[in-house]
């Protein structure tokens, strides 16, 4: 899917125009694939227009008879254009792909953040957003939001041109292209876990190089990094001259045999290091005058990643069925990590943090090897504390490979506390449907919020065999036991309620071995959770 802006402003310095050139790169990128695609077009300002194509080449003719609307205010609906193209889309195809096309932020994606993070999760859509500068400076924190959570990418455009997109958006970014992070202070290059890192220093330090005071950056580079790229921008622009990028303080023949080029720009500065046979690992320092108002960095590597992982929850009572929740405020969940290439890491020393990305305060650390289970696999109970609060967060992995270089990971999820949740606490019968029995479902939700919030569960099952809500049993924040057959469901401040559903086992019909899901939505006035639990139909009682 397509989705851009057709405000008044983007008729400034031709930027429909660069659209349209884009999306021309995309088509023919996708033609060269070979695979059939469903195509949608979204175009927004005050309304939004969504048309459905079957062939590229309406797609093409379509777009080239796109013009601005009138008006020149920078107002942006980003999010409902990006929403109503997955809702007329004829259906929810997974692993789909939107490129969003626009210069504002948006006034909407707050309100829709929660409607988001729950498609992306079960439909896997990748958002990427290539934004123009003609009404912001830098990304919007909910578009890097979007872009993370999805696999996507964030491009803001420095200059104005046509650049060749499609290679960018497959991990060679340009130098043309620019990349924001959340903070001023922080730049980020997210294209994923496997191709670039957000690196971020822990701690400013004021260090005194030639009369004059510094702040420093921290670079962790490893074995993976045989080429990176530092960008720097500062202001004033005449403190460019000043930055400095400094190699490790060690021992080293790999340190010795590199080449680094240095390119000054007005306001900017860039470091390409090359190495000539394997890296020069260890802590870089990128230095910049302390009398600086401005100052932000990012890091780009080319290279095989040795050491990555995977992260994400699962709830505890229901093993790996139930993956990927949302963490939830006072609720223990099991974290599950799997590290790829885990052979070539030293197990003792693999260490897990737990990051809130306002202030990149570190508010959990934990030796990982306390939690190994099998293989490249550890599963660690964590509790969303007080300390972490409803801040987004993201998760570090640091440790030594084998070899003893020092590495850092990132998560490429950002995730996202809530206040409200539902778990599977039980499933009877060992999830199993047996001829002419019941099989009961226990969901727990809770408010962990300061206020009442209202819960409704509805459920249904893929066979059509029959599923019913019974009851709720309600624990307020004292403890104390009621039953409750009304549905929605009011929840004071700090109570949970259990809900009870049931599962018909047809007497007849049941196929051996087969599985039939059962889809719960609870739903709430924040957001709709949607639940699933996998069923095996048996033949007999076991």
Sequence with gaps: AVVSTQSGHYGRDNEIGYVKAYIDQILDQHAQSKYKAFYIVTAFSESISVKRFQRAGDVRDHVRDIEVANGLDCEERTCMGILESIYKAPQRYKNSVIYVFTDASSKDCRLLDSIFRQLITTSKIKINFVLFGTCTKGIDKYYISLAESSGGSCFLLKDRGVYDMTRSLDGEVRREILVFGEHGSDAVIKHGQ???????????????????????????????MDIFHVDAEIYPDDLAENVVLRKPNVQS????????????????????????????????????PKTAKIFSYSVRSSGEFIISFDAFFVDSNSGMQIANLEPCLGQTDNLVVNVKQHEKAIKSLLVLDIVRVEGNTTVHSSKLSRYYHHGSTYIMPLTI????????????LTGKTIDGTPFRRISTERFTPTTVCTRVTEVTNYHALFPGQRTYITLMVSNNDAVTEIFSV????????????????????????????????????????????VVEGPEVGLTHGQTNTVTCVIGTTRKDFVVSVNLTEMEKEI
């Design 194 to 224: 496997g191709n670039a890192e957000v690196l971020r220093s822990t701690a400013k330090t004021n260090i005194k190089s030639d009369g004059e005071f510094y702040e420093v950056k921290d670079i962790l580079v490893d074995t993976s």
């Design 385 to 396: 504390s007080e300390d972490i609060g409803l801040y987004d967060f993201r998760i570090i």
């Design 458 to 501: 509805t459920c249904s099952d893929a066979a059509k065999y029959g599923v019913r809500v019974l009851s709720f049993t309600v624990y307020d924040a004292d403890g104390r036991r009621s039953r409750r057959y009304t549905n929605p469901l009011a929840l004071d401040a700090g109570s949970r309620a259990e809900a009870r559903v």
């Design 253 to 288: 023949t790999n340190c010795e045999d590199i080449k680094m080029t240095r390119t000054d720009m007005v306001g900017s500065v860039q470091f390409d290091v090359k190495s000539g046979n394997c890296p020069c690992t260890g802590v870089w320092t990128l230095l910049y």
